[in-house]
């Protein structure tokens, strides 16, 4: 049963050096329009499968969704609810960049059914946002913040990094403080990661800049978990907090292996024990699509193998952990009496410093 659609939305105002999502700056309003056409498109083929359909969330990532205008969202929103079998309690996301929507947008956005945003803001502190390319300023955010609010969306995560070159323990603290000040229900925080291939990467690689060591950006993660607690945000998978009731049902759909579709370039989807990605290279995604074809560039089959393995390392990530029934006894028994990992109704559930050493842990559970 597909319980959620994903929306890739590749366009943003500017390419951010550490990011290696599948995006690219544009403001062409043709271009844009062009491709929202095209996604609607791509889901009128999905309807012609004989997926089961019953959507529980709707969630439009990027790239920048909010490049978008408001309506081009609703007409896809529309669509899905005019088309696709669905929950009545839907949950409807739209990602967005701290300068794009206010008021006016978000009450459209609100009438139309979305009732969660998931705001790009990576920190409040300028000097953070100078080093990590971002051109808001902070109040670009509590702006955003507020107009949310006041158009009726209520459940509002913030992105955060943390781990950025030049940050000390005390900007850390000042960060984490503005962001658990703010009418927010979900902080997603991730450990900047250089990925090969983006700017950062390339300036790791050669020197001109250092991340903080590992035992500098463990002691980090230690101190944004213990400090969302200590305010109400539970941590319920390795990079994301949410107060009680707020975890984002979407991404969670992703780690306990329920089936979803990806539409839009380079989106993927699981369906049936299938997964399958479209098309990275946005040319050809749309022409496959205008040309009748689905965008399908990629596909492999989960076998009942891969299938647990998988449901190890998504499980572990999780503040639910996995179940002990599928892990290999005497690996259990070294992890729990190494602090590890704790025992908690039949399941096996990562201590924080076993989540420091998460992809350590999978690689021996594993093998
Ligand atoms: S706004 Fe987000 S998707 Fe766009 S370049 Fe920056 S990090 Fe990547």
Not at 231 to 247: H, M, Q
Not at 291 to 301: I, M, Q, R, S
Not at 306 to 322: A, D, H, M, P, S
Request: one cysteine or more; charged letters at 25%; aromatic letters at 12%.
């Amino acid at each position: 049963m597909v319980r959620g659609i994903y929306i890739h939305i590749p366009f943003c105002n500017t390419k951010c050096p550490y990011c290696d999502f599948m995006s690219f700056v544009s403001d062409n309003p043709k271009l844009i329009n062009d491709y929202v056409e095209t996604v609607l498109t791509e889901l009128e083929f999905h309807m012609e499968h004989n997926y089961r359909f019953y959507i529980e969330t709707v969630y439009f990532g990027g790239g920048t969704p909010s490049v978008l205008e408001p309506w081009q969202i609703v007409k896809i929103i529309e669509f899905i609810k005019e088309n696709i079998n669905h929950q009545k309690d839907l949950e409807i996301t739209v990602e967005c960049n701290p300068e794009t929507y206010r008021y006016e947008a978000f009450k459209i956005l609100k009438d139309a059914g979305v009732n969660r945003i998931s705001i790009g803001n990576q920190s409040f502190l300028e000097k953070n946002l100078e080093t990590l390319g971002r051109k808001h300023k902070p109040k670009d955010t509590f702006e955003m913040i507020e107009s949310a609010v006041k158009a009726g969306i209520r459940n509002i995560n913030v992105d955060m990094i943390y781990a950025i070159p030049g940050q000390s323990f005390n900007d850390l603290k000042e960060d984490l403080e503005i962001y658990t000040s703010l009418p927010v229900t979900h902080i997603s925080a991730y450990m900047l990661t250089a990925y090969e291939g983006t700017q950062f990467g390339n300036l790791i690689d050669n020197n001109i800049i250092s991340l903080p060591d590992e035992d500098t950006s463990s002691k980090m993660f230690l101190m944004v978990d213990e400090f969302l607690e200590e305010k109400g945000f539970k941590r319920y998978e390795v990079s994301n907090w949410a107060k009680d009731g707020f975890s984002c049902r979407h991404n969670l759909l992703y780690w306990t292996h329920g089936e979803f579709l990806g539409v839009g370039v380079s989106a993927w989807s699981f369906v049936e024990n299938r997964r399958f990605g479209n098309e990275r290279n946005f040319e050809n995604y749309m022409e496959k699509v205008k040309n009748g074809k689905l965008p399908v560039a990629f596909e492999e089959y989960i076998d009942r193998n891969e299938y647990i393995k998988e449901r190890i390392f998504l499980g572990l990530r999780l503040r639910n952990g996995v179940e002990i029934d599928i892990l290999n006894k005497k690996k259990v028994e070294e992890l729990l009496k190494n602090g590890y990992a704790e025992k908690e109704n039949g399941r096996l559930i990562l201590t924080r410093k076993g989540v420091l050493v998460i992809n350590e842990i999978v690689r021996y559970l594993l093998n």
